[in-house]
């Protein structure tokens, strides 16, 4: 158990249909974030959440819709994804240390999704 | 905009073998961070290095950070099964938020048992 637990673990889903990953952080972190991991490409920053405010968007198309109702809990809904969206979507948490600007990230085990 | 390259991509070697990944960023980075992924996983954290030369050591890994803070290693003595897994280096993006890592795509490393 990493403290941070993703559902579904894997998600297959057609171009039409609308889905969610949920995310949630058992750290006591006041920051979280969603990641995407495709083969053969660098770990993606896709959102990132501190204190239920969204502080980071890498341009990230809209049928990535983020939500976060509370400190523990991240939602990333998923509406007429395209075939190339199939990944490994990671959910990390992170205690903010601005001070020192060293986040250290703690994954969840991944959503694997697949877009046919 | 900023990189952070790693080399090799892949790293096969002999059980009892060393090992050594390397990580180059384009920029200064004010601090490393290093991660591994073992097969089917997810990135877990390994270690942070702040200092300008800093090393620093966990068992058999050996984790460097160079003077002028652009580039890091992480050295494997004598490797294991158990070392199996994709060794990812991550830095601040420069002029950006504590928030944003750049990842390196990671070298993978197998052993023979």
């Known amino acids: 158990e990493t403290g941070v637990t993703q559902t579904p673990r894997h998600l297959v889903m057609g171009m039409t249909n609308k889905k969610s990953l949920k995310c949630e952080q058992h750290?006591?972190?006041?920051?979280m974030y969603w990641y995407k991991q495709s083969a053969k490409k660098p770990l993606e920053l896709m959102f990132v959440?501190?204190?239920?405010?969204?502080?980071e968007n890498n341009s990230v198309p809209s049928r990535f819709s983020p939500e976060c109702p509370n400190s523990s809990h991240l939602f990333l809904h998923l509406h007429t994804l395209q075939p190339e969206d199939s990944a490994l979507y990671l959910c990390a948490s992170s205690q903010d240390r601005s001070a020192s600007g060293a986040n250290v990230l703690t994954f969840g085990a991944g959503s694997r999704l697949t877009v046919l | 905009g900023q990189q952070v390259m790693q080399i090799p991509q892949y790293q096969h070697v002999q059980e009892g073998e060393d090992f050594t990944t390397y990580c180059n960023s384009s920029t200064t980075l004010s601090n490393i961070q290093w991660y591994k992924q073992r097969p089917g996983g997810h990135p877990v954290f390994l270690i942070q290095l702040v200092k300008s030369g800093e090393v620093k050591k966990q068992k058999r890994l050996t984790f460097q950070f160079g003077e002028a803070k652009k580039n890091s290693s992480l050295h494997i003595t004598a490797t294991q099964t158990t070392d199996v897994g994709t060794y990812f280096c991550a830095g601040p993006v420069s002029g950006g938020s504590n928030y944003k890592l750049t990842f390196g795509k990671g070298t993978l490393l197998t052993v023979n048992p």
């Open positions: 959440y501190s204190l239920e405010e969204r502080v």
């Open positions: 750290l006591g972190h006041n920051a």
